[in-house]
């Protein structure tokens, strides 16, 4: 047998380097429009078979984050970035290439820094906000990452064992940040907030605004964090306090810097985020971003505090099925979204029992039939998220559903199981089918190709399912 190691080898076997020093700079500039500005410096060493001539990066989305003033510096004097050939950028559309005046012998040392701004973000949401009162950097795409030489055994290059970054913000901003706060300090009208990130850190996100914060009696429960003192319903906040509990206990701990949840309000979101009704609601690690809008649902009674947990509680949900695990491209609508939506099935069954759980899941069904009035139905395994409305709509619903149908046929604790344990192992990683596949069998025991097959491939609901939620005895009291 033969052993092949990627990373770590003593002996290197392909092209490659190692970052043995990094540090990040995230600043906000007020003004109109306001921006926030980044710079990354990096040491590296060539540790590969051979000499390299260029080293390439892939920077933020240009139309996603408004990214302006892009600017790099190679030992200290200002190198041109250049696009890399289209051939070579497979998934990486903004992808750029710094080239080297002579070959980087193996062996020796560069320092690279690239600095960029965030102005007028195109596409506000999970990834990014900005206006003059607040903004957020989420953990996926708001940072360069250096990319490995063009060679199918060339290793990714990591973050060093420790990292440390900083946010420089107004001195009246609040923020939330990745890793372990390892100290602050004042100048004039700013503060600096320094954080130190290790290995096993996922990757950083940022949270930051002119905010007020309103914590639980007794220290235990959510935090929120809004632009004006705000009273939210207690039995709101009570149900968000057990959803979390709930979405911990069923797929695991964050992080030991991740005590409770921060629902943060943001000016910075869309009235809407992917077509879903009520109050826009994106997640970040640790917390929920509500607009002003689901604040004030919060504030009231019934109904409408109904509509704010939910949001709420998707958001959280994201938590896991977006940061701590993000789905493979393929994968981007049946993952990122129908596995938080069967997340608030769980929350809900936890809460109310199995009477909650068949009325979620009638609700879905629900959803799923009118939006059919609305749009042509795909087939869910080529679903996406920048799909129109109407199609979004149909495929969001059978989503949920198809998490339940797997439910129902592995058992509840062997779903559990099988979802933490890719939370857990697969921590920080795309997360495809198969994953998801071969951890459920693996739990129940059963071969589950069928079931994905059908659900994935064939249009419409299966009918032993409709008729299982739609005909079958409920239980006494729903």
């Known amino acids: 047998m033969v052993s092949v190691c990627l990373c770590d080898c003593a002996v290197p076997i392909a092209p490659g380097y190692r970052i043995t020093k990094e540090s990040r700079e995230v600043r906000f500039v007020p003004g109109t429009p306001p921006a926030i500005r ?5 040491t590296l060493v060539n540790s590969g078979t051979t000499d390299l001539n260029f080293v390439d990066m892939t920077l933020p989305s240009a139309s996603g984050y408004g990214v302006e003033d892009v600017h790099a510096t190679l030992e200290g004097q200002s190198v041109q970035l250049r696009d890399i050939p289209v051939e070579l ?38 990834r990014i906000t900005l206006s003059g009162s607040d903004f957020h950097i989420g953990s996926r795409g708001g940072f360069a990452v ?19 970054y900083t946010v420089d913000v107004p001195a009246d901003f609040r923020v939330l940040a990745r890793g372990t706060p390892a100290g602050r300090k004042q100048r004039g009208g700013e503060t600096e907030y320094r954080y130190r ?4 850190d996922l990757a950083p996100f940022v949270v930051a605004g002119r905010y007020v914060e309103s914590a639980p009696l007794g220290g235990e429960g959510p935090i929120f964090w809004t632009f004006q003192p705000i009273s939210i319903q207690a039995d709101a906040v009570k149900q968000i306090a057990d959803a979390w509990d709930t979405l911990e206990k069923e797929y695991g701990p964050l992080d030991k810097n991740i005590h409770e949840p921060h629902i943060v309000e943001s000016a910075g979101l869309p009235e809407h985020v992917i077509g879903e009704e009520g109050p826009a609601a994106v997640s970040f690690p640790g917390g929920a971003l509500l607009d002003a809008r689901g604040f004030q649902e919060g504030a009231q009674e019934g109904a409408a505090s109904e509509v704010f947990v939910e949001a709420v509680s998707h958001a959280l949900a994201h938590n896991w099925f977006g940061d701590e695990i993000y789905p493979a491209a393929n994968t981007s609508l049946v993952l990122s ?3 938080p939506e069967y997340a608030t099935i769980v929350i809900d069954e936890a809460r109310g029992g199995q009477a909650a759980r068949r009325r979620r899941i009638r609700q879905f069904l629900s959803e799923y039939d009118a939006a059919l009035k609305g749009g042509a139905e795909e087939r869910l395994a080529v679903a996406s998220v920048t799909d129109a409305e109407p199609e979004r709509r149909i495929a969001l619903a059978k989503a949920a559903l198809f998490f339940a149908a797997l439910e129902d046929e592995c058992g509840a604790t062997a779903m559990q199981n099988a979802l933490k344990e890719v939370v857990t192992l697969l921590r920080g990683q795309q997360v495809g089918y198969p994953a998801i596949r071969a951890a459920l069998e693996q739990e129940s025991g059963k071969n589950l190709a069928a079931t994905f097959r059908l659900w994935l491939n064939e249009k419409g609901i299966p009918q032993d399912f409709r008729a299982r939620y739609e005909n079958g005895t409920s239980p006494a009291g729903e």
Do not use: C
């Not at 980044?38 to 990096?42: A, D, E, I, S, V």
């Not at 990319?147 to 064992?161: D, E, G, I, T, V």
């Not at 990130?197 to 096993?200: G, K, Q, T």
């Open 146 to 164: 250096l990319q490995p030489p063009k060679h199918f055994l060339a290793p990714y290059p990591k973050r060093p064992s420790k990292m440390y």
């Open 89 to 126: 950028r497979f998934d990486s559309p903004n992808a750029v290439r710094v080239n080297f005046d002579s070959p980087w012998k193996r062996g020796a040392k560069h320092n690279l820094a690239i600095e960029y701004a965030f102005r007028s973000p195109g596409q506000p949401g999970a």
């Open 38 to 42: 980044t710079r990354l410096t990096y």
């Open 337 to 339: 979204e129908g596995l």
């Open 197 to 200: 990130l290790v290995s096993n």
